[in-house]
């Protein structure tokens, strides 16, 4: 193909003819900004016998690379746009989940001093359970904001006491009343010997 050249780069073709993959920005003969990969290697030519001389031959290969620096460049950009997103969502969920926070503390301080009122037993459940519901929302929320958190690096795993027998049975509470409202009933047996007490995450 007919290329003229439109723009070299500062590394000169006569100073150095030893060269691979120089860029250089050209025309078509369709008149189109083409990018054009040149390489420059030798061949050596033995005269014959009788001649002490020899000589060498450059050959110049060029190849279009336009449309490889064109997916490059795609790929580039989208590589970029992943990052922003991903920051933008960090961001996002950090925001929310102190946001969320406010008013879920409301709520449960509210519980806290409803228990504080006088209830009867059936009374005392439902608001028990609230309350059950409202810290498990809140673990929630916090996992979420412990996920901002991973994608920074900055996640810590805390390491406190809880008493199991009563992780489990909060957790059983949360779901007695689904349960009972199909003429069930979700019981946990614990066998003889566990301890009362575990060191871990207790949200996790």
Known sequence: SHLENQSVSEQSLDSDRYFTNLEILCVSKNKEEILIAFSCSTIQNQQIEYSIESNDSFVYVGRDITE???KEQELLAARQFAEQSAKAKSIFLANMSHEIR????????????????????CQQDFVENIRLSGNLLLSLINRILDLSKLEEGELELENSPFNLEQC?????ELFALQVHNHGLELNACFEEGLPNFLMADTVR
């Open 168 to 172: 489990i049975e909060e957790i059983l």
């Open 102 to 121: 406010t008013p879920m503390n409301g709520v449960l301080g509210m519980t806290d001093l409803l228990l504080g009122t006088s209830l009867d037993d």
């Open 68 to 70: 490889l620096k064109r």
